[in-house]
């Protein structure tokens, strides 16, 4: 496996006539063919231009967005799934509760709290017990819904933190979406790693970390039988991948599986909180067939997103990545690896 970059370099002469040369790696996905654009010199525009987070207002926000939190009280005021999908109304598992979706984007769209006891807004709090209660009424969610309706096995099971990771209600939690029809983005990297399988006889995520432990430069380290990987060509800003060999899907997840995912998230959150990226955005991409485990592997993605503040800029929604699919990254995926590995 290549991981080999285009290099350009551009020179840049300022007012004063003073030129300036700048470094420019193109990386491709081997297995995607998706292209991320690095050039160290964009970090200085982002220090410059946007600035980092701001912990005084992202704590008045904890404070004043307790009070009417509805997750806070979903318990009571929550809504409830038909009893023929679940019979008590809403899901338990430790600090976690799930309960249908009030405005629904699929035939089963869910919010799964993950401590309905602790309105915390920074991710250092985010309890690695309490994410993986989550995560296990996630897999349970995605079971129920397959046993109801042998139609409904596509699915999505990410998070949204904070305003700038696209959550509209800030306390910590979960969505997953079941639906009859598939996920583009899961259908796409699924059919290509079949694809890998039966042109190569190898599952290609087998194959990569393979790769990367070799490499050692961008492998993080591993929690349980879950590796953790900066991507080498990111589509989004510190993206993170966690990889379950030898599961597909998420009605597969095992308890195990479920603390191994928390304990990483957990890191990786902080990792973000620490160099001033309050929010971050997560998605599993799950096979909706358990079976596929040959050429698939069940995947957390984590990225961060622009730092929390009163007015923020959606600086990573640009036009590259928002309609050509190609972003431009402030930071190689090797710096916030070894950074990252720190926490290991």
Not at 294 to 312: D, N, S, V
Request: some cysteine.
């Amino acid at each position: 496996m290549d991981f080999i970059p285009v290099v350009e370099r551009t020179v840049v002469v300022d007012s004063a006539g003073r030129p300036a040369e700048q470094v420019i790696e193109h990386r491709t996905d081997p297995l995607t063919g998706t292209v991320a654009s690095l050039n160290g010199a964009l970090g200085e525009k982002a220090r410059a231009f946007l600035g980092g987070g701001d912990a005084e207002a992202l704590r008045a926000l904890e404070a004043s967005s307790r009070a009417g939190c509805p997750f806070c009280a979903a318990e009571e005021k929550g809504t409830r799934y038909p009893p023929e999908l679940v019979a008590q109304g809403q899901l338990r598992d430790g600090t976690s509760i799930a309960f249908p979706n009030l405005f629904s984007k699929c035939a089963s769209d869910s919010v799964v709290v993950v401590d309905g006891a602790r309105h915390a807004l920074f991710p250092s709090k985010l309890a690695p017990a309490s994410l993986a209660s989550a995560l296990r009424l996630a897999a349970e969610l995605v079971r129920r819904n397959r046993a109801r309706d042998p139609s409904l096995v596509h699915h999505l099971a990410g998070m949204n933190f904070l305003q700038p990771g696209g959550s509209s209600v800030p306390h910590p939690h979960l969505q997953v979406h079941v639906r009859s029809v598939p996920y583009s983005g899961v259908a796409r990297l699924e059919k290509l790693s079949a694809e890998h399988r039966a042109r190569t006889g190898r599952c290609y995520w087998t194959s990569l970390l393979a790769a990367e432990r070799d490499a050692a430069v961008r492998h993080v380290g591993t929690t349980d039988a879950v590796e953790w990987i900066a991507a080498w060509a990111p589509s989004h800003q510190k993206e993170i991948w966690g990889i379950r060999d030898g599961v597909a899907s998420l009605a597969d997840l095992s308890f195990t599986d479920s603390e191994a995912f928390a304990a990483g998230i957990a890191k990786v959150a902080a990792s973000y909180e620490e160099a001033g990226s309050h929010a971050f955005t997560l998605a599993f991409f799950s096979s909706p067939w358990p079976s596929a485990s040959g050429h698939f592997a069940l995947q957390a993605r984590i990225c961060a997103r622009p730092a929390f503040k009163p007015l923020y800029a959606s600086y990573d929604t640009w036009f590259g990545p928002l309609f050509a699919g190609d972003d431009a990254h402030t930071e190689a995926p090797e710096d916030y690896a070894a950074q990252l590995r720190a926490r290991w």
